[in-house]
């Protein structure tokens, strides 16, 4: 292996083997391979890439494609059924929330502990305790037994020594998701300065803007094999195409207006060619005097989509039956981030477009368009009717909160999490320089 790579895996697979009953393993034990009671479940099939020095590998994909195997093989806490794996340097594992801590033993003794573990002298631990305790920043709590830490905490405790003692390849599972904004982002950049001093991070998340933000490299797997190997935008896209369903074949585009009465029984007929979405229905809020009954979901030609890339319009369809009269009523949809920050939207009532009036019992089909020019990750969307006396005081008739999620791909064109009409120019020398005053 070239003094250059630090991980080699060479066609590694891991299968499992998988009893009906419990009773089925014993007898399995009995009949020595002459008969086979289990099912073989792979959890990876014929793996195989490399990672060099200085290289940050984000590993990406659904619940079950064999990520977690993948790092408990690298840790060397799981051994393959057949292939080989190289490692060239010392590594530092992450792979689940406390690993490796003593929950009765208290934080400074559990940094104590884990130094130990990775071969540290106390020497060495001494003379890093307060970068260690100044970086998990959980201040009295480093006094108090683990086993009474919030799972921030044990995160941030987690990261804070395995980072600080220097280890050549770091791996590190899905655990950076439970610390708050703040200590995600100081990771983030330890991160960073860690790649640049020649560290080597092997990444597992599916934080797709963590990916694509910290890694050099993106690996895809689907099913226990590797699917993708290369950029991090290609790599997400790849991720987020397995992730949902392929775009249907074209189906007879909609009339793109607001339906009005006299218009839903034809825009029925058209929408009976669609399918509408799996509504969640976690979090409805409003007085119910509407209900969202169906939400068809289109790109600008009609096509049934829920991956999109950067730029591309998004048509949102509301079926919506009403349950009250109204004289005017308001309807919107909005995209939020994972984080439950709305990114923006559209409204009928920021449009001066209305509607009504409106019968009780009546049905309408309502139509909302969004240009996605949002940096590429996973969005939730949001839904709501509301009656509107002005901007600060409205009746919310139903609200429909995270009902779908929605996927946008691509390279961004812009600086920033959103696309702002922006300009830049050079004017050149200007035509006076102001004059120095006393």
């Known amino acids: 292996m070239s003094s250059d790579v630090v991980i080699s895996v060479e066609n590694v697979s891991k299968m499992y083997q998988v009893y009906s009953k419990p009773s089925d393993r014993m007898m ?8 086979q009671l289990y099912k073989e479940f792979w959890a990876l099939n014929d793996v195989s890439f490399e990672v060099r020095r200085g290289e940050t590998i984000g590993v990406i994909g659904r619940n079950g494609s064999g990520k977690s195997t993948l790092l408990q093989i690298l840790a060397g806490t799981l051994t393959p059924t057949s292939g080989k794996v190289a490692i060239n340097g010392r590594v530092t594992a992450l792979l689940e929330l406390g690993s490796g801590f003593n929950p009765e033993f208290t934080g400074r ?36 037994p683990v086993k009474t830490y919030s799972s921030g905490m044990y995160a941030r405790l987690a990261f804070a020594v395995a980072i600080s003692f220097e280890p050549e390849i770091l791996i590190v599972d899905e655990i950076l998701s439970v610390g708050d904004v703040f200590f995600q982002a100081r990771c983030m950049r330890k991160l960073d300065e860690f790649r640049e001093n020649g560290g080597t991070v092997f990444f597992v998340t599916h934080d797709t803007h963590a990916v694509e933000r910290v890694c050099t490299r993106a690996i895809v797997l689907s099913h226990g094999k590797k699917v993708f190997e290369g950029g991090t935008a290609d790599g997400v896209t790849v991720y987020y195409k397995m992730s949902r369903e392929e775009a249907k074949a074209p189906t007879k585009q909609v009339d793109s207006s607001t339906v009005t009465t006299a218009q839903s029984e034809e825009k029925h007929s058209q929408l009976a060619e669609l399918e509408s979405i799996d509504i969640r229905r976690d979090h409805v809020v409003g007085d119910h005097s509407a209900l969202i009954e169906e939400v068809y979901i289109t790109d600008d030609e009609g096509v049934q989509r829920s991956n999109f890339g950067i730029g591309e319009w998004m048509t949102v369809r509301l079926v919506v039956k009403f349950n009250a009269a109204f004289d005017s009523v308001d309807f919107g949809v909005g995209i939020r981030d994972q984080s439950g ?16 009036p409106i019968k009780a019992g009546e049905r309408r089909c309502l139509l909302t368009k969004i240009k996605l020019d949002v940096a590429p990750r996973e969005y939730l969307l949001i839904a709501g009717i509301a009656r509107h006396d002005s901007l600060q005081v409205y009746q919310e008739c139903y609200g429909l909160y995270d009902f779908c999620a929605i996927s946008v791909t691509g390279n961004k064109k812009f600086w920033g999490e959103v696309a702002l009409p922006s300009s830049t120019a050079d004017e050149g020398e200007p035509t006076s320089s102001p004059e120095s005053t006393v």
Do not use: C, P
Not at 116 to 141: H, P, R
Not at 341 to 356: C, D, F, Q, R, V
């Open 28 to 35: 399995q034990m009995i009949y020595r391979g002459h008969r």
């Open 109 to 144: 003794e559990n940094i104590f502990l884990n130094a130990t573990i990775l071969g540290v002298s106390q020497e060495v631990v001494e003379n890093k305790f307060d970068e260690i305790a100044a970086f998990a920043d959980i201040g009295d709590f480093l006094e108090q």
């Open 341 to 356: 920050t709305l990114i923006g939207g559209a409204h009928s009532m920021y449009e001066n477009s209305s509607i009504g």
